[in-house]
């Protein structure tokens, strides 16, 4: 088979006293992600759809909570080393669709910038970069504001 998706998904809780990073971008908000990276719940999101392409597993195989290394990493830069495995494996990416479910802050502002950002680092333009944001409608953990979830969709065609 000459393509492949592969769907991902993240939530991450949303405390004080850590900043608030999405698609790369650090976003003015009173709360943050909690996580042992940056915990940027897109991202992550979007790296594990392309490894569950190839069903290489998930981030948390590359990039161990438990690993000192990661901590407080560059969820971008570990974003460039998941392409770079996909690339060694003869696969290339055509495009990603993803959402990030958020009641606050308002994040359509911002989405410019998570999509040249993520298409900067994957090489892409920045149209093959589909990021939309809504609300869990005050439902759930995300709509009571205690965290942050995303999801992602990515389709790979062999190089």
Not at 3 to 13: A, L, T, V
Request: with cysteine; net charge negative; glycine share 10%.
């Amino acid at each position: 088979m000459d393509i492949r998706i592969g769907n991902g998904y993240d939530i991450h809780q949303l405390v004080e006293n850590r900043p608030l990073i999405l698609g790369g971008v650090k976003i003015e908000h009173h709360l943050g992600l909690l996580g042992h990276s940056d915990a940027d719940v897109l991202t992550h999101a979007i790296m594990d759809a392309m490894l569950g392409a190839l069903s290489l597993g998930d981030i948390g195989v590359y990039f161990p909570p438990t690993d000192e290394r990661w901590a407080g990493a560059d969820s971008l830069v570990l974003l460039e080393q998941v392409h770079s495995l996909i690339q060694q494996r003869g696969w290339q990416l055509c495009n990603i669709d993803s959402v990030i479910v958020a009641e606050r802050p308002q994040l359509k502002p911002h989405i410019p910038t998570m999509r040249d950002r993520i298409a900067n680092v994957l090489k892409l333009e920045p149209d093959q970069v589909g990021i939309k944001a809504t609300t869990n409608e005050k439902l759930g953990p995300v709509g009571r504001e205690e965290g942050i979830a995303a999801y992602a969709v990515t389709l790979l065609k062999r190089a």
